[in-house]
């Protein structure tokens, strides 16, 4: 017999939102390493970002499928803590973030600490545990909330040891990367939030947390040039604007219909990151404000798909998990957006799916694989004839 | 549930962000589009200027007088450079200068964006030192002048960037100058061109050369003039001299010489050292003409009719002294008595014409000096032609009637003097006098040709044909024969002219210098049918070995005349020569 089943089906619309995405972000890394004085080198294959890119991405696509199939209630603490998959996550976060701080191991870009190179044949597998600990995280936060059936009553035995763990997370990573530091503090919140804390109990840290947050902005002069500088562009615009500055050129000088893909002058050195954290900007050189619409129509229709998973997630746990991977996507690229088109001050987060990079990439991919998972399990619940 | 909710207004605010963010797009993409294009030029923009050839100047004979020729020039961008030495070092091997000075030199001016290493490179040098990082080769012209000082004062100079400074070089310097145009390419950060601005590639206008100038100059006959006349400054100790050869017929200037003068290639450290260098004597020196005037006024008294060619004036024994005009003596003391027009030419008799002047008075004189174009410029078209000075009739007084006529009280210029005297070689018709024959396009060919000058303005007689005929053929000729021009007589060809001797004034404008003399002679030949026309005035020559214009100037001009007029006989003009080999 012939089952009558969904045309597409949720999962199959948000896998195919993130492909698209991740097909975007690809063709643009590509554009945006061109360089006048290098040509393509076939033997250097890895070290061009995007060449590497068009390699990530099948592989990112991989990661999504593969990690769709395997039931996510795997990451729940409804079976005991040890049998799911979430401790050992975030045991290997914790040891990959002590292996980036050991000097010999971790390697130092842009005056920061944050990656692991492994060397494997031609190429260099770079790897930002940071990454991982972020969905580590998310998936703790979703399985312990639910573990506490969404009720955190006790600030003592239960709020604060959750905060301990995730604050753990956050001092080893915030010495190194501020911004994901702020943002893992950002999506705990709300995920707990939502999980069943007390308002008093997310207040009470709140003062400790503010003070940190001002001590490690005023530990760090770069920090408040930065905010300097995004407070009074003109003055700074050669000096620690300039990386905002010519992300507005970028994307002011694209106009409508942009200057035609692969016409970009802003990637060629003008703007720094251009492949990374600011891809955005050269997709509005490119494309133009259409091009830039359309990737934030994306997000806003992988929102709108996240919420219909929410929805027809029927155990809390999956509601909650799959509410923190649509959040922590959507945020996270809401951030970059407002940082490209400078709303908020510079920072380095990338934008999911599209930034240059293959562990953001493959970790993303790997979290959407899970809401992939999620979505399935809302669509086999339902009767086949609707 | 209380936790669907909190999540679904979780989304809900982001997508009130993304819209925001779709705003701000709009805004930064749209509507401050042109904002951010201007700023994209400034910094994402690089112009390559091609600059056009500066036209060439020609003599009458179509040799190169000025012409630019291509340089490679190597430059650095020093702000674009990253290992300075391992840079400099790399230029330094290439073009063989030292490393240590370029790299000084680049560290000196770390943020600028063009230094200029080293001019006139060799092709397969440039193309080399073309590929380090930073380092550049750009076209540049370079204006060459190959007569070198020969025509220095006409031709002028241009300066580093090319302006014309000087002469013909800065008269026309908006026609010599090539039309530069800019290639507009995209740059990256470090100002490497990545493609051409337009997408399509137009068919570019490109650059263009200037415009040629044609000169009536003949650098040949510059050249013995020129010749001719140092030789007699050194002999004469002089402090300068100018000698002009002119055709009467069509005022075409054969040649134009002011010396001391420079070297056109090296003119910008001779102008630091000597400025006076730069003077063109025949064009900017105005000064009292003395008796080269005297053939000018006698042909303004007998056109008006005061006297008549047999007219005896009684010269007063050598002293003419009188109530409003002090007393006048005869050159050296002489004393004459009665004198016809052509024995007070001949004789150079002051006495004999003040009483002229007196007898013209003062307006048909002024009148008939402005004729022949005393007062005002020549317009020729060289920059600091003087003016000289004519004082209108009602500010002259009883001197001025007797003095002008000897050229006391008149300041004038050689082209003054020199287009006066073609006048009367042209049976009384005005000359236009000129530099420029013709203009060429940038490919050489005829462009605008200056018909204007190529023959005498038919504006009618401003001398009555048959007294200007008769100062030339019969009067002048005989001060050359007989008189005090007899240096300037030629075996071949009859020399007409007259010799002026006169005092340079004091600059405080009371009386005159001790001993300082322009030694002056005007002539033409051959009579009849006169084809050129000398000036040659000696100023300052020293007084123990000579002053007059006839000692001092006379062989000039007769050497010149003798030179020129087998030059041009040489070219086929068929030219009146002596009818009786025996001297008259």
Known sequence: ?386 | MKRLPAILVLFSLLVVVFSLLILRCFDLQYKQHDRFVKQSIKAQQKRIPHVGNRGIILDGRARILAAGKPVLTVFVEPRAIVDVKATSAAIAEILKIGAHTVCREILENKHRGYLEIKRDVGYEEAIVVDRIFGVGVEKQWLRTYPMGSLLSHVVGFTTVDGKGSCGIELEYDALLRGHSHYEVLLADVSRRPIRSLLRAPVQRSGSQSGQGVILTLDATIQSFVRECLAEQLTAFEAESGHAIVVHPKTGAIWAMVSLPDFDPTHAHRQWAENPRLFTNHALNDQYEPGSIMKPMVMAIALDAGVISREEKIFCENGLYHGKGFGSIKEYNYRKYQHLTAKEILVKSSNIGMAKIGQRLGKKRLHDGLVRLGFGHKTGIKLSGEATGLLRSADQWTGYSVTRIPFGQEISVTAMQLIRSFCILCNQGRVVRLHLVKAFVDSNGLPEVRDSRFEVADQVGYVIDPEVAKWIVDDALTAVVNEGTGHRAQLDKWQVFGKTGTAQIARESGRGYEEGAYVASFIAGAPAGDPAVVVLVSIRRPNRKLGYTGGKVSGPVVAKIMDKTLNYLEARGWALAHKESPERI
């Not at chain 1, 294959?45 to 795997?74: E, K």
């Not at chain 1, 000088?253 to 955005?280: A, C, I, M």
């Open chain 1, 1 to 386: 017999m012939l089952a009558v089943r969904r045309i597409n089906r949720l999962d199959d619309r948000i896998a195919k939102i993130v492909i698209v995405l991740m097909a975007i972000g690809t063709v643009f890394v590509y554009s945006a390493s061109a360089d006048v004085g290098e040509e393509l080198n076939l033997k250097r294959f890895y070290d061009h970002p995007g060449l590497r890119q068009i390699v990530y991405f099948p592989l990112a696509c991989l990661v999504m499928f593969t990690l769709s199939a395997i039931n996510h209630r795997h990451l729940s603490f409804a079976q005991g803590a040890w049998r799911s998959f979430t401790p050992y996550l975030l045991i290997l976060s914790l040891i990959l973030l002590a292996i980036v701080l050991i000097p010999q191991l971790g390697t130092q870009v842009n005056d920061a600490r944050r990656w692991i190179r492994v060397p494997i044949g031609p190429a260099r597998i770079s790897f930002q545990p940071s990454e991982l600990a972020k969905w580590a995280s998310i998936f703790f936060l979703a399985a312990v909330c639910a573990k506490n059936n969404f009720q955190i009553k006790s600030f003592w035995k239960q709020f604060l040891p959750i905060c301990a763990v995730v604050g753990a997370f956050v001092g080893m990573i915030i010495a190194e990367d501020f911004g994901t530091a702020a943002f893992i503090v950002l999506l705990s919140f709300c995920m707990l939030l939502v999980g069943g804390a007390k308002w008093w109990h997310l207040l009470s840290p709140l003062p400790l947390v503010l003070a940190l947050f001002f001590v490690m902005l005023y530990q760090s002069p770069h920090r408040i040039e930065r905010i300097k500088a995004f407070l009074h562009p003109e003055q700074h615009s050669d000096t620690t604007a300039y990386q905002a500055t010519q992300s507005l050129v970028a994307l002011g000088s694209g106009g409508l219909w942009g200057k035609g893909l692969g016409n970009g002058v802003s990637k060629y050195g003008h703007l720094p990151e251009d492949t990374t954290d600011f891809v955005f900007a050269i997709i509005g050189e490119e494309l133009g404000l259409v091009g830039t619409t359309s990737v934030i129509l994306l997000f806003i229709a992988f929102i709108w798909m996240g919420s219909l998973v929410v929805i027809r997630s029927k155990d809390g746990f999956s509601q909650l998990l799959a509410g923190g991977i649509v959040l922590a996507i959507s945020l996270q690229a809401a951030l970059n957006i407002g940082v490209v088109t400078v709303v908020l001050p510079t920072k380095g987060i990338p934008l999911p799916f599209l930034s240059g990079g293959g562990s953001s990439l493959l970790v993303s991919a790997a979290a959407v694989g899970v809401l992939l998972n999620i979505a399935k399990q809302t669509a086999d619940t339902e009767p086949a004839n609707s």
